[in-house]
């Protein structure tokens, strides 16, 4: 399994995560924070599937122009997977013919701009080889986070959330766990507004990984541009091998 997440940086600060996506073996995307802007467009036009974390606009902002730029004639059109919140907010906040045109409804008739497709928590969906199973984390909107199987092995991608501990009971004693995608959003010293803001510190960060195997690759994301820095000395703090940034632009390869 490769999993790279999409950069959203224009010149200097390449590592910034200004916006959330990842790619997953090509073909399947996690969020659409910056997928709308990736570069070639034949990398857009590879992706089939889209699985939405939530409604946040870090994690949907390119999600509209994604659409619009994979357009094409042909009978093959991505599809949006996501809660049944998260597909009815889609559908009043962005598709509503006013921020931009309602191609759900414009994709009643061929050719399609999107397929909507609801899941559940605890349901799992296979796609292009990969088995992808959504799990419900507590953030201030309905999230999922999601665990990514193929016949290798699993990745956890948790999303946005304070507590991800149901989560990582869930994985942390599957014998083929290869690596956890871990949001650590604010440093120590801003720990009210990550607990008002449902993210979590590096120190939160820290009890939760002490619950994984050693073996386990742990990738902090979704560190805030604004005090990236600090976050990266604490989590460096922390001397934990297993701890790496994850990198936009880096493809990680599970075998
Ligand atoms: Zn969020
Ligand atoms: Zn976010």
Not at 153 to 164: E, K, N, R
Request: negative net charge; proline residues 7%.
């Amino acid at each position: 399994m490769k999993i790279c997440q999409i950069p959203s940086s224009v010149g200097d600060g390449r590592s910034q995560q200004n916006l959330l996506s990842w790619l997953v073996n090509d073909s399947v995307a996690i969020d659409a924070g910056s997928l709308g802007i990736l570069t070639p467009l034949d990398r857009q036009r590879l992706v089939r599937h889209v699985f939405l974390t939530h409604t946040h606009i870090d994690h949907i902002a390119t999600l509209p122009v994604f659409l619009d730029n994979v357009y094409s004639l042909d009978e093959h059109c991505p599809v949006i997977h996501g809660s049944s919140d998260t597909l009815n907010c889609l559908q009043r906040n962005i598709f509503n013919d006013q921020v931009w045109p309602d191609f759900v409804a414009l994709s009643a008739s061929a050719p399609s701009f999107v397929k909507m497709h609801e899941i559940r928590a605890g349901s799992p969906v296979q796609v292009e080889g990969l088995t992808i199973t959504p799990m419900e984390v507590a953030h201030t909107v309905p999230t999922l986070s999601y665990l990514i199987s193929d016949s290798n092995g699993t990745v956890a991608m948790i999303a946005d959330t304070s507590q991800p501990e149901t989560v990582i009971n869930s994985v942390r004693n599957l014998p083929d766990l290869r690596a956890v995608f871990l949001e650590c959003s604010f440093p120590d010293e801003l720990q009210s507004l990550a607990e008002m803001s449902q993210h979590q510190t590096p120190q939160m960060f820290a009890r939760q990984i002490a619950r994984l195997p050693a073996h386990v690759e742990i990738f902090a994301t979704h560190l805030k541009p604004a005090c990236d820095k600090q976050v990266q000395e604490q989590l460096e703090a922390l001397n934990d091998p297993r701890i790496r940034l994850s990198q936009p632009g880096i493809t990680y390869v599970f075998e």
